[in-house]
């Protein structure tokens, strides 16, 4: 079934630092990806989309490529802050049934 | 004010209890869900509700059952729960199925 990997966390960096989160999925046909944030004692929000191969999602001054060749959906900021600190959840719109699939979260934690 | 709110934020209760989760959004949205997250992380659906209608519902025991007293609520009520049961438990709502979902803050609920 179809299904979103990326990358273990917890992820700890230097403010200014670059952010890379890596996720690839797996999925019979194009589905749309997403891209949810989790502020701490907050629920989960959406951060940025894409619905086709190529597209650009951004928001925040994050972003993320759908690379179909790939199967990949990764997540950058070319500089992050104390305030990105989060739990970042890659997610897909596929199954059967339609469902949002999520991944399980990368933990991001930026240091002043 | 909270966009989507759900209480109680923790629960603990002895196995085979029954207890009900509430859920309220106040985004004037149509549809309503609520996931699973189990102890690997994985956010999974377990009910969706459009209109009062339910409109998904996965492999979930029937101990589990939503109640949407209106359009703005979306309760879980759990019977006779178990062990397995212990997870954290969000609520989120959209105005479109499936498309830029907001999220409760979770309850997390340990089944003694």
């Known amino acids: 079934g179809d299904s979103v990997t990326q990358m273990e966390g917890p992820v700890t960096l230097s403010e200014e630092a670059f952010l890379t989160i890596n996720c690839t999925y797996t999925?019979?046909?194009?589905?749309?990806l997403f891209w949810y944030v989790q502020y701490p004692g907050e629920g989960l929000q959406l951060l940025l989309k894409?619905?086709?191969?190529?597209d650009k999602g951004s928001n925040k001054g994050f972003e993320a490529t759908y690379r179909k060749e790939t199967t990949s959906f990764h997540l950058e900021k070319g500089s992050v802050q104390v305030s990105d600190s989060a739990v970042y959840f890659c997610?897909?719109?596929?199954?059967?049934?339609?469902?949002?699939?999520f991944g399980k979260g990368t933990k991001l934690s930026v240091k002043p | 004010d909270t966009a989507v709110s759900q209480t109680p934020k923790y629960l603990v209760t002895q196995m085979g209890n029954d207890k009900s989760i509430k859920c309220e959004q106040n985004?004037?949205?149509?549809?309503m869900y609520w996931y699973k997250q189990d102890s690997k992380k994985f956010l999974k659906i377990m009910f969706s509700?459009?209109?009062?209608?339910?409109?998904i519902n996965e492999t979930v025991p029937n101990r589990f059952s939503p109640k949407s007293p209106d359009k703005a609520h979306l309760n879980l009520h759990i019977n006779s729960l178990e062990l397995g049961d212990s997870a954290v438990y969000f609520c989120?709502?959209?105005?479109?199925?499936?498309?830029?979902?907001?999220f409760g803050s979770g309850t997390q609920l340990s089944v003694l």
């Open positions: 999925a019979t046909g194009y589905p749309s």
């Open positions: 997610a897909l719109l596929g199954g059967s049934q339609g469902n949002l699939i």
């Open positions: 989120a709502s959209s105005q479109e199925f499936n498309e830029k979902l907001f």
């Open positions: 985004l004037g949205h149509d549809t």
């Open positions: 894409a619905t086709k191969a190529d």
């Open positions: 509700y459009n209109n009062k209608e339910l409109i």
